[in-house]
């Protein structure tokens, strides 16, 4: 049996691209996972030190960030364990590949973040009525370690979460932000407490309050982010007129209909509708479409997959 050479170019350039691609998104899968990686073992440094010296000088708002800081391993256990789980590739029973599990994993963390804030809060609140000896001023320097840690971690965790496209791993990134403001909270707190115990003592105990409360209201907005991934949500308009633009660059197109793109993991699939020449062959609209499939592709790393619908125009 021959093939046509034209078929076998177009052939040839799909197994390729696929190739290539398939070992791009593993590479931003393989990120991702590192930097989960690094964040759980910084978190159970953080989680222990806070804890630790916040039992030792008294702290109530100090072992409540402690604990948060727990919650923060849990979270990045999940992050983990989701892209472990995305990166796997599709199969009969998953045609679209596995990438929602790790956007499962982004509205996790947001639940974890709802339980934990709303424990430390009950807990804060449970002895603020009582007489213990005030806080020592030394526990600031596990917060103010766990700010800078927690800095730098959001700021690593928001860029190359967006630049790979994974809601866990910035839905982890607002989690160490919110350590930040949480840990901020806390010192100050303590500091009342400590400058003048017979007026403030309580402070101490408000402050692990507004802690929980803080992160309560971090994970509401993370579970919202990950629902609307969930739900379908359309991307940023800039990615849709970027899928139209490179579809429009075929003179063959007419113009384009609708154009749909949904969430799946790092990446989307995207249904593009064009108008055509009614007179054009089979033939030459599956070309056209494969074409225009192989661009999209190879121009946006985001797009996983792009289903082409062809049609004559509207009278």
Known sequence: MRVRPGLHCITLS??????????????????GKR???????????????????????HSTSVVAD??????????????????????KPADKDHPYGHGRYETLTGLT?????????????????????????PPKAYAAWALLAS???????????????????????????????????????????????VLDPTRFLAADHYGGF???????????????DSSDRLSDRMPALERIDA????????????????????NSGLQYHVDLYLKVDPRMTVLESHQLATATRTRIRQQLDWVADVLIYVEPPTA
């Open 147 to 193: 700010m800078i840690a927690k800095s730098v971690l959001a700021s690593v965790k928001f860029r190359i979460g967006h630049r790979i496209g994974s809601a866990a791993l910035v839905a982890d990134a607002w989690n160490d932000s919110v350590d930040i403001l949480s840990a901020f909270t806390a010192m100050a707190a303590m500091g009342l407490s």
């Open 243 to 262: 899928i139209r633009r490179i579809a429009a660059e075929d003179p063959r197109v007419l113009a384009i209909d609708k154009c749909y793109a949904r």
């Open 210 to 224: 507004a802690v929980g409360l803080i992160v309560i209201l971090t994970g509401l907005r993370v579970t919202k």
């Open 35 to 57: 930097i989960a990686l690094v964040s759980i073992a910084v978190c159970i440094l953080l989680s222990v030190a806070k804890i630790t010296v916040g039992l030792l000088a």
């Open 66 to 87: 402690g604990v948060e800081s727990a919650g923060d391993v849990l979270a990045s256990s999940f992050v983990f364990l989701g892209l472990l789980v995305a990166a």
């Open 109 to 133: 963390v947001g639940f974890i973040l709802i339980f934990v804030g709303i424990a430390i809060a009950v807990r804060s609140l449970a002895t603020v009525g009582s007489v213990h000896e």
């Open 14 to 31: 799909l197994t390729q691209l696929s190739t290539a691609r398939a070992g791009r998104l593993i590479d931003r899968n393989t990120l």
